[in-house]
Nanobody
Framework: QVQLMESGGGLVQAGGSLRLSCVAT????????MGWYRQAPGKQREAVAT???????RYADSVKGRFTISRDDAKNTVYLQMNSLEPEDTAVYYC????????WGQGTQVTVSS
């Protein structure tokens, strides 16, 4: 079992920045993929950014150049640095961990005011 705990969400004005963190505890595999997903009201959950154990990253087109995903394997933590935030980024942001199984965090709310 793996548990995920997100933090760092909040309310920010458009153009501002937030940094999300997700700590994985439990039976964390050395090789895994971690990522951030988001779900806005009335919309489907979508991938924002992912990073594998080798450091390879992928981003949704809508966040390229504004968001940066990174990881600290010593702390079993993945980060999402979000800059130049837009009202359209408002959503609940979820952390996901994939190794032999898939685990999701509880989510953290990000609200961007115009």
């Amino acid at each position: 079992q793996v548990q995920l705990m997100e933090s760092g969400g909040g309310l920010v004005q458009a153009g501002g920045s937030l940094r999300l963190s997700c700590v994985a505890t439990g039976s964390v595999a050395r090789i895994n993929v971690m990522g951030w997903y988001r779900q806005a009201p009335g919309k489907q959950r979508e991938a924002v950014a992912t990073i594998n154990s080798g450091g390879m990253t992928r981003y949704a087109d809508s966040v390229k150049g504004r968001f940066t995903i990174s990881r600290d394997d010593a702390k079993n933590t993945v980060y999402l640095q979000m800059n130049s935030l837009e009202p359209e980024d408002t959503a609940v942001y979820y952390c996901r961990y994939i190794a032999s199984d898939v685990y999701w965090g509880q989510g953290t709310q990000v609200t961007v005011s115009s």
